[in-house]
């Protein structure tokens, strides 16, 4: 019997802004840019379930995306534009963007199952690698290497639905940016024009935050920009993997009881809906593998807590880290969960209330990067339920299914706010095959008996 490719491509092309609304143009990186120079890509996948045909796909989606996708660079032109990097220069890094420059979009069509694709349950992470587009880059050049921050790739599955996936660098930005971006794209996709847009949000600003040049230098360092010129490859997710994703929900009644438990047993601690959610799923880690020491960690945005205070709608990375470290011994058990939101909560706090503080300490803590300290269960949470992500509409109707594929680099963990109700979390979680039934089970019974 014949063998059909998984995937097939119907359209490869680059667009731009339209021509002449730009002009040469740079946007520096700051120290909270940094940071991302040499980390894995973000990528994210939107599902829409549409019945269809290959005929609409190329005589109706894709030109109204390509051109909705221009018009929107004209507001958002880093997205068009490269990161160029001086290995050899005591310049620092920068996005680019030069008149012609473009995003790589690819048109596919796809034969894997859209509806085991877009379930909750365990699903091998290889398979969604067909979706998710790569990012392009150039080392030719004598003084600098260049690297595109930002593609896209379009799957059809025929009669089924359409995924939107997409790649950027983070030096880019972070979700925030990301959110604005679809923001706009979606809006001038639904409208046919900016007008909308521009009568309802907020244009990105391209203010930069104050230099810092000690912390410029720590991260530069970190980065090992001198070697970009001949060794920078930007990461690939490929298969074959022994690791699958599955999806969990926490609803706002379980958020409750869990924040209610922790209150009861520490009135003094810092709850929230976010520290109760990623202390539950850290301590089903910890049950799931138990290896000794285990780092949690994730970030805050800091527009409103810098000295001055940033605009809203800042373009770029504007994050610092909160990081909690403790024994397994401690996350499992009878106190597991409590002891693992008591110490997520404690770092936020400390993180909130000192900004400054935590600045100061980064130098000590990427040395413990760099020294292979890191313990080997790190999670890290992508994503917040704060952004609205499952409202991106480009016409089809909210999403069926948002992946974070990204996790998949570190086994860290996606959060979004649900589509049905925005105050239950939707938790993306990448485990070994063979870890997958015992932290299904640990997180269902665990809510049973908490609950």
């Given at each position: 019997?014949?063998?059909?490719?998984?995937?097939?491509?119907?359209?490869?092309?680059?667009?731009?802004p339209?021509?002449?609304?730009?002009?040469?143009?740079?946007?520096?990186?700051?120290?909270?840019?940094?940071?991302?120079?040499?980390?894995?890509?973000?990528?994210?996948?939107?599902?829409?379930?549409?019945?269809?045909?290959?005929?609409?796909?190329?005589?109706?989606?894709?030109?109204?995306?390509?051109?909705s996708l221009?018009?929107?660079?004209?507001?958002?032109?880093?997205?068009?534009?490269?990161?160029?990097?001086?290995?050899?220069?005591?310049?620092?890094?920068?996005?680019?963007?030069?008149?012609?420059?473009?995003?790589?979009?690819?048109?596919?069509?796809?034969?894997?199952d859209?509806?085991?694709?877009?379930?909750?349950?365990?699903?091998?992470?290889?398979?969604?690698?067909?979706l998710?587009?790569?990012?392009?880059?150039?080392?030719?050049?004598?003084?600098?290497?260049?690297?595109?921050?930002?593609?896209?790739?379009?799957t059809?599955?025929?009669?089924?639905?359409?995924?939107?996936?997409?790649?950027?660098?983070?030096?880019?930005g972070?979700a925030?940016?990301?959110?604005?971006?679809?923001?706009?794209?979606?809006?001038?996709?639904?409208?046919?024009?900016?007008?909308?847009?521009l009568?309802n949000?907020?244009?990105?600003?391209?203010?930069?935050?104050?230099?810092?040049?000690?912390?410029?230098?720590?991260?530069?360092?970190?980065?090992?920009v001198?070697?970009?010129?001949?060794?920078?490859?930007?990461?690939?997710?490929?298969g074959?993997t022994?690791?699958?994703?599955?999806?969990?929900?926490?609803?706002?009644?379980?958020?409750?009881?869990?924040?209610?438990?922790?209150?009861?047993?520490?009135?003094?601690s810092?709850?929230s809906?976010?520290?109760?959610?990623?202390?539950?799923?850290?301590?089903?880690?910890?049950e799931?593998?138990?290896?000794?020491?285990?780092?949690?960690?994730?970030?805050?945005?800091?527009?409103?807590?810098?000295?001055?205070?940033?605009?809203?709608?800042?373009?770029?990375?504007?994050?610092?880290a909160?990081?909690?470290l403790?024994?397994?011994?401690?996350?499992?058990?009878?106190?597991?969960?409590?002891?693992?939101?008591?110490?997520?909560?404690?770092?936020l706090?400390?993180?909130?209330?000192?900004i400054?503080g935590?600045?100061?300490k980064?130098?000590?803590?990427?040395?413990?990067?760099?020294?292979?300290?890191?313990?080997?269960?790190?999670?890290?949470?992508a994503?917040?339920?704060?952004?609205?992500?499952y409202?991106?509409?480009?016409?089809?109707?909210?999403?069926?299914?948002i992946?974070?594929?990204?996790?998949?680099?570190?086994?860290?963990?996606?959060?979004?706010?649900?589509?049905?109700?925005?105050?239950?979390?939707e938790?993306?979680?990448?485990?070994?095959?063979?870890?997958?039934?015992?932290?299904v089970?640990?997180?269902?019974?665990?809510?049973?008996k908490?609950?």
């Amino acid at each position: 019997m014949a063998s059909f490719p998984i995937l097939t491509v119907v359209d490869k092309t680059r667009v731009s802004p339209p021509p002449g609304t730009i002009g040469d143009r740079s946007l520096p990186l700051t120290y909270f840019d940094l940071y991302w120079l040499t980390q894995p890509p973000v990528h994210y996948l939107f599902f829409y379930e549409l019945s269809v045909t290959q005929t609409q796909f190329i005589e109706t989606i894709i030109p109204n995306l390509k051109h909705s996708l221009s018009i929107t660079l004209q507001h958002f032109f880093p997205f068009a534009g490269n990161l160029i990097v001086y290995p050899t220069s005591t310049k620092n890094p920068e996005i680019r963007f030069v008149e012609g420059d473009s995003v790589a979009v690819t048109f596919a069509e796809c034969s894997l199952d859209f509806n085991q694709l877009t379930r909750n349950n365990p699903r091998a992470c290889e398979m969604f690698y067909h979706l998710i587009p790569s990012l392009e880059h150039d080392n030719k050049a004598s003084e600098f290497t260049k690297i595109d921050v930002f593609s896209v790739q379009v799957t059809l599955f025929p009669n089924f639905g359409i995924s939107v996936g997409m790649t950027n660098h983070h030096c880019l930005g972070d979700a925030k940016t990301r959110f604005s971006f679809l923001k706009a794209w979606t809006s001038i996709a639904r409208f046919g024009t900016n007008e909308s847009f521009l009568a309802n949000e907020t244009l990105p600003s391209y203010d930069r935050v104050a230099p810092n040049p000690r912390l410029e230098e720590i991260f530069l360092k970190f980065a090992k920009v001198e070697k970009f010129k001949e060794e920078y490859q930007p990461q690939k997710l490929c298969g074959p993997t022994d690791k699958v994703r599955a999806t969990f929900i926490l609803t706002r009644t379980a958020l409750n009881k869990l924040k209610n438990l922790v209150t009861t047993q520490l009135p003094t601690s810092y709850v929230s809906s976010f520290t109760v959610a990623c202390g539950y799923i850290w301590s089903c880690i910890a049950e799931t593998r138990n290896d000794g020491l285990q780092w949690f960690g994730f970030t805050i945005d800091c527009r409103a807590r810098v000295n001055p205070p940033l605009p809203i709608a800042y373009f770029g990375n504007c994050l610092t880290a909160c990081m909690a470290l403790e024994n397994t011994a401690n996350l499992t058990g009878k106190e597991g969960f409590v002891n693992a939101a008591k110490m997520i909560g404690e770092s936020l706090q400390k993180s909130l209330s000192d900004i400054d503080g935590f600045f100061m300490k980064i130098e000590s803590l990427l040395d413990m990067s760099s020294n292979n300290e890191i313990p080997t269960t790190a999670i890290g949470v992508a994503g917040t339920p704060k952004l609205k992500f499952y409202d991106i509409d480009f016409g089809w109707g909210k999403p069926k299914k948002i992946e974070t594929i990204s996790i998949d680099y570190t086994g860290s963990i996606s959060m979004n706010a649900c589509k049905e109700n925005h105050d239950d979390f939707e938790i993306g979680v990448c485990l070994l095959s063979n870890e997958i039934e015992s932290f299904v089970r640990i997180f269902e019974d665990g809510l049973q008996k908490y609950i």
